[in-house]
Every structure is written in structure tokens, then in C-alpha cells.
């Protein structure tokens, strides 16, 4: 894709020269910033703004105990909530923004500054306030959304339990419909139905968002959600237990903690009723018949958690690459090319190769997030409710690219931070740096709002089934058995990679020997190995699962043999999604310097995603080992071309400077 290879079809091998006329580009940052702020860029300068006015939190998250920063967290959120930034999302008649997508490029902004801030918002408004809005109806709305949206309302979402995590059809916890008192009994059954982790609970929250079994008339009709008071004026209200889940690895600005319940009475109206209801006289009643289509189509209306958090992991990763990238073009160690001066950490090959390619994978992913938070906004304010027919399929391919996103970006984020920590020697050791809080409070990211492994099983069987409208109704046997039905060939033809593949193959020259034929930096060469990889490992688990069905063998054995394939192959997808993101929003940009600079990363994209799986392509004979070396020398050259626009590249992040916190590092 760079310009000066994209029309050499010749064998590449990495090492031709530069053609003559070869300019390096140069980086407009502010022009940078404005394109990957995208059509938030207000909403996001008003983030930065709060950031930079509030950014002495940096400084107390490290002196305050831990109570006292819990409280200064919660009087910042209500702070912010004030200037309009943490209510976007919700409806303007209830003092909100009424744009989703604004709300969720407010949260992602928000990243760049204190997180133990961003995740009691994540649970304040997008949890709790988010359940509210998208399973309640309006008497909900009239009766908490004004408050929740100022923060005069603390909540907390509580669906975890010390026993299920991921598991959530599986939960402890009770509602059971009292017909007389037309109240619902919440209980926690026993010592695992505990609600667990609860942001909010262990000091802040009245009220909460509670996840429970419904029981009607002694039927029980799954998990369902309701409201109940946990505190008045800061007491804990009886029949309820909170415990402090206590000092965590991070984030102890979040008041984490344990709820129990016994036998506490709501009225029937806390019944978070949208998609489910229960008549006076103890009818339930709901427009969707099955109960796991009705569970997940409830939990698919709550997307937008995970798809902030996926964004959230991939800002967080802007600032440990900006502090990362600056210190590299400031601190010299060994007189490596002149005895007068040592040389720059970034002009060193290794430290490039370190960190140019988690540039290029952070700008990727930047992308592919502004394509899912897009589609969320306008599946959910442009179309119709989420249980109306043809709109389903697209619902539920939102759902699965939220999912893989969430999960590759939040390990991108724990990837970067560490590598960036290292290539700032010991000063990224010093907590003033921000590396120490970033590290402890990223980590978990990769485990709430689903766990990234649970969630690319997740994403494969939405690939396996073509987000079948039977899809929601399968559990892990289902899928096995549904999959074990198909003809193999049937699996890969209902994904979009089997066209996509042809099409491609079309315009690859040398036939079936393309891999062999194309340009290394040939946008179409990259497309079809990623597809290529994407396919083939989709056809493995489909082959894998029929055989263990032919052979007799336990669905659920079987699917827990091939999972390792399960996961590899949606992370396979994600993988080839995300770059074509990337290579779709760059043929929509103009000729300039800026394309040119987007190509070189787009290019080591690719390139650095393929080397990283060097081993499986050349296991299935699309790699030759010259071939692969010579992709590992285009990387280098890709960095070197890079380096000189590594500080553009980082500050186009648009970071706030006071996020950055050390002079020492970044200057
Ligand atoms: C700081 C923090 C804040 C949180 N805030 C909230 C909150 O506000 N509200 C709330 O409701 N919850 C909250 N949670 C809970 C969080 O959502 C759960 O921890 C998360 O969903 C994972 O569940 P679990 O801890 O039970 O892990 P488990 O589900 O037990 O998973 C443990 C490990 O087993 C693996 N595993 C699980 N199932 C499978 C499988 N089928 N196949 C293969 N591997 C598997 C997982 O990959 C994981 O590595 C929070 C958690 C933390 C730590």
C-alpha cells in the first residue's frame, strides 16, 4: 500500500531500493487529530478540557486513602456530569444529550485521564444508568433518569455473583412475585448467589440495577432484572448486607463490593419491564416467547458497556505509546553511530520494532472502533426495536464485533502499557510517569464486561451459525449439533470471508499462486492472507465439530477439545475485520501526506500481524520461509520510514499534556 511499492507486482523480497522521487510525509497533527477524532471532535475536546481542569486526581489517586479518593471520584463524576459529558447518551427530555455515539466518544476520551474516574462513570451511566434506559420503560425513566444523569442518584449494576460470573443465566439470586402484596422477593439463596464486584455498592450506591431469577407462581422464567434501594441517606437499608470487596490490583477509586439480600420486598413496578412484565395478579407475560432468545436479546440492548470498554483499552494504550514515543526521541544511551553525541532510543531498530507496530495496531483498532461505535449509534437510534425481525442479523453481528473488539483491544492495552513501561527504562517505573497506575488499572479490562476468552467464543459461534435467528437459542451443545448439521462448505459459504476471498483472488495476480506472486505491500496481498487464515480456520472448527458428532462423542466434549481452534479462529476474524477497517476508511481519505503516513501504518499493520503468525502460515503452505524473512526486513524498513514521524503520529492522539504528567519524559 505505500506508494512506492503499490504498483510492483514483482516478487517482493523486501529489500528493493527506494524508486527515486520516494518523500517522506510529513504529519499535519492538528489535521491528524480532527480525522481520528471523527464527527466528535467537540465532544471530545470538552473531555480533554475536563481532564486538563481536574487533573490533579492523578496526583490524589497516589496520597488519598482509600475512602477519601473513593469520595473525591464520586464528587469529580458528579462534577463532570455537570458540564453535559457523562449524560450524552441518555434522552434530552430527561436533561441529557440524546446521541449515543457521543456518549461513547465521550467515555473513550475520558481514558486518557484517571480510570478508577472512567469506570465509576462506566457504572454510573453507562451500567446502571444504560440498564435503566434500555430495559426499563417510562416510568423508569420518569423516575430515576433525571437524577441518575446528575449524579444525584448513585447506582450500581449488579449482576455478577461469587459463583457466576460469565455464566449469567446461571445466577443464585431470587425474584420471587408475592401476588398478595403485589411485591417481588429478592434472596440470596446462598454464600455463592452473593452479588460479587459490584462497582458503586461497598459506599455510594441507593439504588441498584439487580439481576435475578424471576419466579411466577412457582415457574421460573430466567433472569431478569429490577431495582431495588440499597441505601437512604447513606444507611443500608435492612434485609440488605454490603461488604467492601477491599483493596484491588487497581482502580481503588471504585467502590467495589458484595451485596446480600434477604427476603427484600420491591413493588412489582421495579420490574425492569421492556421486554417482560408481570400483571398485577401474578401473570408474567413478554413479546418474546423463547427464554434464552429473551435473555439475550435483554443483554444485547446493554452493548454499548462493552463497546466503550473496547474503545477505553485502546485510548489508554494513546497515552502509554505518547509518553513511550517522546522518551524515545529524547533519551540517548551508547555513542552507537558517533563518538560526539549517543544515539536516541527511537533510532534505534529494536526500539522501533518495540513500539512503531503498536502505533500501527493502536491507529487500526482506533478505526475499527469508530466503525462499531457508528453502527451502534445508528442501530439503536435509526432503526427499529431490537426484537423486530431483519434488523436482528445486524444486531447481533454488532454484539459479536463488540465483543471481538472489546477483547483485542483491552489486550492490546495490557500488551502496550508493559512494553512501553520497559521502553522507558526506570523511569517508567515511577509512578508520577503514569505507567503504575495505568498497568493496575488496565488490567482488568480484559475481564469485565466479559472475559476476553468467553467473548471470542462468543464471537465463533456467531461466525459458525451466520448469526442464525436460531443463534440466540443455542447453547454450547446446540451450536455443536447446529454446526455438526451443516456441510462444511455450507459454514464457509454463509460467511462474508468466502466471497470476500474470491473477490479478491480476482484481482491478486498470479492465480492460485498469489501468495507467492503479490507485492509485499500489496493492500489486497495482506486482505487475502488475513481472509485466507480467517477461512481456513473456521473450516477446521466446522470439520473438528463433525467429526466428534460422527464419532459419537459428547457435544460438550468436543467443543471444549476444539477450543482452542474456536478462539484462534474468531480472533483470526476480529483480526481480519479490524484491517479491513482500516483499508476501507483510507480509500475514503485523500491523496496527501496524511494518506501516505496511514499507508506505512496500515501497511505494518498488516504485515506485523501476519509475521506474528509466521508459524500457522507457513504450516498451511502460504508462506515460504524467503518470504517470511522478507516480510520481517519490510517491517524494518516500515519502521525506519516511520520513525521520523513517530512523535506526529503519538501527539495526533491528542492527549491532553497534563495526562502526560512527567517533563522528565516527554518533554
Ligand atoms: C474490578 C471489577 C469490577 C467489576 N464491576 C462489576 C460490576 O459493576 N457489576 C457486575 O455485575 N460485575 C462486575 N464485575 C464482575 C466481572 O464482570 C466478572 O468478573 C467477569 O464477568 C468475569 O467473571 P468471573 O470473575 O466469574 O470469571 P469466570 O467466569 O469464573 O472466569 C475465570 C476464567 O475462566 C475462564 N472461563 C470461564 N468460562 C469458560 C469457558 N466456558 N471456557 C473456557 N474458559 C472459561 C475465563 O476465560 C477466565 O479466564 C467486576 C469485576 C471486577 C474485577
Redesign the pocket.
Known amino acids: 500500500m505505500a506508494p512506492e511499492s503499490s504498483t510492483d507486482t514483482s516478487p517482493a523480497t523486501g529489500t528493493e531500493p527506494r524508486p527515486a522521487g520516494y518523500r517522506q510525509p510529513e504529519v499535519d497533527v492538528p489535521a491528524l487529530t480532527r480525522l481520528l477524532d471523527g464527527r466528535y471532535g467537540e465532544v471530545r475536546d470538552l473531555v480533554r478540557t475536563n481532564l486538563a481542569a481536574y487533573a490533579s486526581v492523578l496526583e490524589e489517586a497516589e496520597q488519598l486513602d482509600r475512602d477519601a479518593f473513593r469520595d473525591r471520584v464520586r464528587d469529580l463524576l458528579v462534577e463532570m456530569a455537570g458540564t453535559g459529558q457523562t449524560g450524552m447518551g441518555f434522552p434530552t427530555e430527561y436533561g441529557g444529550g440524546g446521541d449515543l455515539g457521543a456518549s461513547i466518544a465521550a467515555f473513550e476520551t475520558l481514558a486518557f485521564g484517571d480510570l478508577s474516574v472512567l469506570v465509576k462513570v462506566g ?1 454510573q451511566f453507562g ?1 446502571f444508568g444504560g440498564a435503566i434506559l434500555q430495559l426499563g420503560t417510562k416510568p423508569h425513566h420518569d423516575a430515576h433518569l433525571r437524577d441518575l444523569i446528575t449524579g444525584r442518584t448513585m447506582g ?5 455473583e461469587v459463583g ?4 449469567v443465566q446461571a445466577l443464585g439470586t431470587t425474584a420471587t412475585y408475592d401476588p398478595d402484596s403485589q411485591e417481588f422477593v429478592v434472596t440470596t439463596p446462598d454464600p455463592s448467589s452473593r452479588k460479587d ?3 458503586n455498592a461497598a459506599r455510594h450506591a441507593e439504588l441498584a440495577v439487580v439481576f435475578a431469577q424471576l419466579d411466577v407462581g412457582g415457574t421460573g422464567h430466567g433472569v431478569h432484572a429490577l431495582l431495588v434501594p440499597l441505601r437512604r441517606d447513606g444507611e443500608v437499608l435492612p434485609g440488605i448486607t454490603i461488604e467492601d470487596d477491599g483493596l ?1 490490583m487497581g ?1 481503588n477509586g ?1 467502590d ?1 463490593g458484595r451485596i446480600s439480600f434477604d427476603g427484600v420486598r420491591v413493588p412489582r413496578e421495579n420490574l425492569l419491564n421492556q421486554f417482560a412484565d408481570v400483571t398485577p395478579d401474578g401473570r408474567y407475560e413478554s413479546p418474546i416467547d423463547n427464554p434464552d432468545k429473551r435473555f439475550f436479546t435483554m443483554l444485547g440492548t446493554l452493548v454499548q458497556g462493552r463497546v466503550c470498554v473496547g474503545g477505553a483499552g485502546i485510548n489508554a494504550a494513546k497515552v502509554a505509546l505518547a509518553i513511550a514515543v517522546r522518551y524515545g526521541d529524547r533519551r540517548r544511551q551508547f555513542n552507537a553511530i558517533s563518538d560526539e553525541q549517543e544515539q536516541l532510543l527511537l533510532d534505534y531498530g529494536m526500539h522501533q520494532r518495540r513500539l512503531l507496530p503498536l502505533v500501527a495496531r493502536t491507529y487500526a483498532l482506533h478505526v475499527a472502533q469508530e466503525a462499531v461505535a457508528l453502527e451502534l449509534h445508528e442501530i439503536f437510534t435509526e432503526t427499529e426495536a431490537p426484537e423486530e425481525g431483519e434488523n436482528d442479523h445486524r444486531r447481533r453481528e454488532l454484539e459479536s464485533q463488540a465483543a471481538g473488539l472489546k477483547a483485542l483491544g483491552t489486550w492490546h492495552a495490557t500488551r502496550t502499557v508493559q512494553e512501553c513501561r520497559e521502553a522507558c527504562g526506570g523511569q517508567g517505573y515511577r509512578a508520577l510517569n503514569r505507567f503504575a497506575a495505568l498497568k493496575a488499572d488496565t488490567d ?1 479490562f480484559t ?5 476476553n ?2 467473548l471470542l ?1 462468543l464471537v465463533a459461534k456467531g461466525l459458525l451459525t451466520d448469526y442464525a435467528s436460531e443463534f440466540e437459542d443455542l447453547d454450547q451443545f446446540g451450536m455443536v449439533r447446529f454446526v455438526a448439521g451443516l456441510a462444511v462448505e455450507t459454514v464457509i459459504e454463509r460467511t462474508a470471508v468466502h466471497t470476500l476471498i474470491e473477490r479478491v483472488r480476482d484481482v491478486l495476480p498470479g492465480g492460485d499462486e498469489w501468495d507467492q506472486e503479490a507485492g509485499l505491500l500489496d493492500t489486497d496481498y495482506h486482505r487475502m492472507m488475513l481472509r485466507f487464515r480467517e477461512e481456513h480456520m473456521l473450516s477446521g472448527v466446522a470439520r473438528r465439530l463433525k467429526r466428534g458428532i460422527d464419532d459419537g462423542m459428547n457435544p460438550g466434549e468436543i467443543f471444549s477439545r476444539v ?1 482452542d481452534h474456536v478462539i484462534a479462529a474468531a480472533r483470526a476474524h476480529v483480526e481480519r475485520w479490524v484491517l479491513d477497517a482500516f483499508v476501507d476508511k483510507l480509500a475514503g481519505l485523500d491523496d496527501g501526506d496524511q494518506l501516505v503516513a496511514l499507508n506505512l501504518l496500515c501497511d505494518l499493520f498488516a504485515l506485523t500481524t501476519i509475521e506474528a503468525d509466521r508459524g500457522w502460515f507457513m504450516e498451511h503452505g502460504r508462506l515460504s520461509s524467503q518470504r517470511s524473512k522478507a516480510i520481517s526486513r519490510e517491517i524494518n524498513d516500515l519502521c525506519r520510514k516511520i520513525r521520523p514521524l513517530a512523535v506526529d503520529l503519538v501527539d495526533a492522539f491528542g492527549v491532553p499534556p497534563e495526562m502526560l504528567r512527567s517533563p522528565e519524559l516527554v518533554g
Do not use: P, R, Y
Not at 450500581?156 to 455478577?160: K, L, V, Y
Open positions: 457504572v451500567l450500581c449494576f449488579a449482576m455478577t457466576h460470573g460469565s455464566n464486584w459490584i462497582g484491588k482502580l471504585v467495589n482488568v475481564t469485565f464486561e466479559g472475559d476468552h468467553v467464543q477450543q
